[in-house]
């Protein structure tokens, strides 16, 4: 439900969700939108009063939104030449035109095929999808490789586009994985791989969840790590 409360500074517009949550979450998202999470009882009236006395903190969310994606930007260009980097190897950006997004990777060049190659947002969206795409196929050879040898078996495999999470399961067995692991070296996704296969095993992070990593990664520990400190370098803006 869109709602719009007059605040100090100029009215502020927001979107209701009805969480199951118990308390109320503000959250700011990419694009100017403000989402209000709250319990079913919460009252409409309340919420809008919540939202005008917080409005000073609902802009500086905005604001520093804003600035971290310009930072994010700014740490992965994608301009002709810029360094892009896939399974762990880095490679030249080059922005061809053409009706459909299409990658190639030849020599030390990747070349992006899509239908505006300079207008730079496009660029990011042709890269993130021919990406995902990549990563899906690769992820898929990883698993096929994996889960025999850990004797378990998978529903649906998916991608997914997350800021931190790498990689989740769910009690149906389905797998999600995140596109920016295809940028990192072969490893760390494979690390990632194995880590959600071992949770059809065992859905927690209990030592013998580790012991069985361990078992088809002895140097996880490391990858693990990797991602820890490397992970906020992959993506594409
Ligand atoms: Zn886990």
Not at 137 to 158: K, M, N, S, T
Request: with cysteine; hydrophobic share 40%; net charge positive.
């Amino acid at each position: 439900m869109k709602r719009s409360v007059r605040a100090a500074g100029g009215s502020i517009d927001y979107v209701l969700i009805r969480s199951r949550r118990g308390d109320v979450l503000l959250k700011a998202l990419p694009g100017g939108e403000t989402r209000v999470y709250a319990p079913g009882w919460a009252r409409i009236r309340d919420l809008d009063a919540l939202v005008c006395e917080r409005a000073e903190e609902i802009r500086r969310m905005h604001a520093e939104l804003e600035s971290n994606i310009a930072r994010n930007r700014l740490a992965h260009p994608v301009e002709e030449g810029s360094r892009i980097c896939i399974e762990g190897a880095p490679y030249a950006l080059k922005r061809l035109p053409g009706a459909r997004v299409s990658l190639r990777l030849a020599g030390d060049a990747c070349l992006l095929t899509l239908p505006e190659p300079e207008d730079e947002e496009r660029v990011r969206e042709a890269l993130k999808r021919a990406l995902s795409q990549l990563a899906l196929e690769r992820i898929r050879e990883r698993l096929q490789y994996y889960a025999p040898r850990l004797g378990v078996e998978f529903g649906r495999v998916a991608i997914r586009d997350q800021r931190t999470r790498w990689g989740s399961c769910s009690s149906k067995r389905n797998l999600n994985f995140n596109w920016k692991l295809i940028m990192a070296p072969p490893e760390a996704l494979n690390y990632v791989v194995i880590h959600e296969l071992c949770h059809l095993i065992e859905f927690n992070h209990s030592p013998r969840f580790w012991r069985l990593v361990e078992g088809q990664m002895p140097e996880c520990e490391f990858w693990k790590k990797w991602l820890k400190e490397h992970g906020k370098e992959l993506g594409v803006g």
